[in-house]
């Protein structure tokens, strides 16, 4: 059992200098508008909302093996993998606090070896799923943060 938890933020800090959603904006052709989108955010004339949406439809038609390809070569800083293993090794939990997208929470947890389900998404955002491929809608998902947090420390 778990003596600790460590959270680890994804965009900004294992991810340096940029984030996933830029990173994977590049593939999928639509990071400029992305940039426009959050600039427009920071200076309050759109709500985070709209910057989901346009971010979510550059997802349409794209297979969930594309995306986990692309993420594999998402740049971390040095060292992330090692560290999630010692707090593995040292009963001390390993946890994703991110307001990337689902996807990006679950990769990340399965390649560094977190272990099922350690990805701790903010709000809850998730983005839409037909078959094996996303739509390019935004929906919320019941993983807020405290019942998520509550989900954790039961399992754990």
């Not at 560290?83 to 679950?106: E, I, K, Q, S, Y």
């Not at 935004?138 to 039961?154: S, T």
């Amino acid at each position: 059992m778990a003596v600790a938890a460590v959270f680890f933020d994804v965009d900004g800090t294992l991810v340096p200098g940029t984030s996933s959603s830029h990173y994977l904006a590049g593939f999928l052709g639509h990071r400029e508008a992305l940039s426009v989108a959050e600039a427009e955010w920071d200076a309050g004339v759109v709500g985070n909302r709209a910057v989901e949406f346009l971010d979510a439809a550059g997802w349409a038609g794209t297979s969930h093996q594309q995306v986990r390809e692309w993420l594999g070569g998402l740049p971390l800083v040095d060292g992330v993998a090692e560290v999630v293993a010692w707090c593995v090794r040292n009963d001390v939990l390993p946890v994703l606090a991110t307001l990337a997208w689902h996807p990006v929470g679950d990769f990340l947890c399965q390649s560094l070896k977190m272990g099922r389900d350690r990805s701790l998404p903010n709000d809850g955002k998730g983005i839409s799923v037909r078959r094996d491929a996303f739509w390019g809608g935004a929906q919320r998902r019941n993983r807020g943060p405290r019942g998520r947090c509550l989900q954790v420390q039961a399992v754990h």
